[in-house]
């Protein structure tokens, strides 16, 4: 659909590997917590049970799917516009014209910090999206091809 | 007019007036504490509202000035942190002007500025009680700003300017028939309707009783009587309401600038440049959709109107259908002046029981929860289905849209009832997406949203289950 465009960097499937073990870890303490409450309290004891099989199943789907979510998640820039792609069973085609961008953001967490990538945000006068992950040196450049591109079209 | 002038002494009721508007409840909780206090804690606390509810706005007042210079109007306030405002004229969006009928022999009002910044809430300038004259000013040299060569002329200040000569553009005032139509059709008896049904929940029980045994002999008509003196009342609110606000509407063009002026107790005008205008929404309920009413809106980027409805500019409150596009036409020129058949974007036959499907959905866990915990009243729950039902029809029928020129899309979109037609030129939209998901693409279906700015925030102005061909090919016209 777009034949230029790119995938994020392969190591953003590292994140979000990491990212599901972060889940996985949040379910396990909530569901300790609950237990506790079930000893201490006598809480229901089926809001255990819940929790536990929520904190297995959804670290397993989200795992199952990142290979799909990195092969959906696309991004191109053309001298006119930033176009991002995504969505596996609910896809997504969205175009931001050059001329409409206000600002670029580059954010990284610890994590993204430390595999040297960075999320991108474009925003323009009403709305922001974010490209999840890029190179550093890519958003760099990225942002500056943007901010350039968006001088230029106000030139217009 | 460069030295700094603080506004009219009249302007300090309005200071206290907001100031107890505020923080009445400081009183009620003095009053309810009073027995409890020791009489010096009395004294503290009397002389802490004495500070709060008079000393605190009346320095306000005292600390806040204004210069309208040649190039921007500068606003000094503050007591303990200074303020220092400085609004160049071209980055002003609306100038508002509000008169209450008090100030009216004075020849005082308030003003307000609005610009494009993302900070929410509150105007960024507002002028309790200053001369009128004052307005005028900003007014003349905004438009000087915009004209170049004859902002040169102007910038060589030496007195207040006088008026610069601007063609008279077309006017229109509302008529009689139009505005009793607008107002009898105003959907703002349902909020009417929640808050006397909130005053009869605060009616003593006795009374309540009382009434209801001698009601139980004539239950239904009793019930039905009810009904009908409480929506009556609330229509008859609502009615009066908007008649308030919109007294004698009119709209004027000014060169490059709209003009909008209408209440009764308070005359509120409205200034704003038309090239300003983000999208233009015309807006019709289902009761001004049988009477063929239609009111035009303009989305801004600021928040000026906040008393309007859904906070934007209302430019016609009620038009007839057959004559809306000849009458705003001449006020913005790029509205086509003949009204377009919206036949690009329209949800195909095959797909039209999808909305009907969504919408069912929608109500349908409420209704299943309803029926099964609150019996026997939950059934009539069950009247919501049809409702849903012809919810998703209206919304299959109201569903347009058309690419009008290279610079120009009108999209339709019916929503709760109501149908919104927005009128966007290319350069004003933000950004655009095409959503579909993995069972709508061997059908050739795909949602489209289109965002554009609306006061601080987006709106976003979905069309759901177009033909997909149709929508991609918006998207390529939009990224070419």
Known sequence: MLPTSHHLPPRIKRIWGYSTLGSFVVGLVVTALLYWAHLGWHWANWLVIASAIVTLIEPIVEAGLIPYRYRFTRYQITPVAVEMQSGMVFKKRLAIPIARVQDVTLKAGPLLQWQKLTQVTVATAATSHTIEGLELTVAEQLREQIMQLAQEARHD | ?480
């Open chain 2, 1 to 480: 007019m460069t030295k700094p002038r603080h506004s009219h002494v009249l302007g300090l009721i309005t200071h206290l007036a907001k100031q107890i508007q505020e923080y009445w409840f400081l009183f009620i909780l003095l009053l309810w504490q009073w027995g409890n206090l020791s009489p010096l804690w009395r004294g503290v606390a009397i002389a802490a509202l004495v500070v709060w509810f008079l000393a605190w706005p009346i320095t306000k007042w005292a600390t806040l000035t204004y210069i309208v210079t040649p190039d921007a109007v500068v606003i000094h306030s503050g007591i303990f942190v200074r303020h220092q405002l400085h609004i160049p004229y071209p980055r002003i969006q609306t100038v508002q002007r509000q008169q209450w009928f008090y100030l009216r022999p004075f020849h005082l009002e308030t003003l307000k500025l609005e610009t494009a910044s993302h900070e929410d809430g509150q105007p960024e300038v507002r002028l309790p009680a200053v001369p009128t004259s004052v307005a005028d000013t900003i007014n003349t040299y905004r438009q000087a700003t915009t004209k170049p060569s004859i902002a040169a002329t102007v910038t060589t200040e030496s007195a207040a300017p006088t008026a610069i000569p601007q063609s008279q553009g077309p006017s229109y005032r509302i008529t009689h028939r139009a505005l009793t139509q607008f107002a009898l059709t105003s959907t703002g008896v349902i909020p009417l309707v929640l808050v006397l049904l909130g005053i009869y929940g605060k009616l003593p029980k006795d009374w309540e009783n009382q009434a209801l045994a001698q009601a139980a002999h004539y239950a239904l008509p009793f019930l039905v009587g009810a009904i009908i003196v409480v929506l009556l009342i609330a229509w008859v609110g609502a009615y009066l309401w908007v008649l308030i606000r919109y007294y004698h509407f009119t709209l004027t063009k000014t060169g490059d600038q709209l003009e909008t002026v209408k209440g009764l107790f308070q005359r509120n005008t409205v200034t704003a440049p038309i090239d300003r205008i983000q999208a233009v929404r015309f807006k019709q309920n289902i009761l001004r959709q049988w009477l063929h009413l239609q009111t035009v809106q303009v989305l801004l980027a600021s928040k000026a109107a906040t008393d309007d409805d859904d906070h934007d500019l209302v430019l016609l409150p009620a038009i007839a259908q057959d004559q809306l596009y000849a009458t705003l036409h001449p006020f913005i020129p790029w509205v086509p002046a003949t009204a377009p058949q919206l036949t690009d974007f329209v949800v195909p036959r095959q797909a039209r029981w999808l909305l009907n499907r969504n919408a069912l959905l929608v109500v349908a866990l409420p209704v299943i929860l309803l029926c099964w915990l609150w019996q026997p009243w939950g059934y009539l729950s069950l009247f919501l289905l049809p409702l849903a039902y012809f919810q998703g029809r209206f919304v299959a029928r109201n569903t347009g849209g058309r690419r009008l020129s290279d610079e120009l899309v009108m999209l339709q979109t019916g929503h709760v009832w109501t149908r919104e037609t927005f009128v966007v030129r290319r350069q004003q939209i933000q950004s655009l997406e095409v959503n579909f998901s993995v069972w709508m693409r061997p059908k050739h279906l795909a949602h489209l949203t289109v965002n554009v700015r609306h006061g601080n925030r987006k709106q976003a102005i979905e069309l759901r289950y177009l033909s997909a061909k149709q929508v991609h090919a918006l998207y390529d016209w939009y990224t070419n």
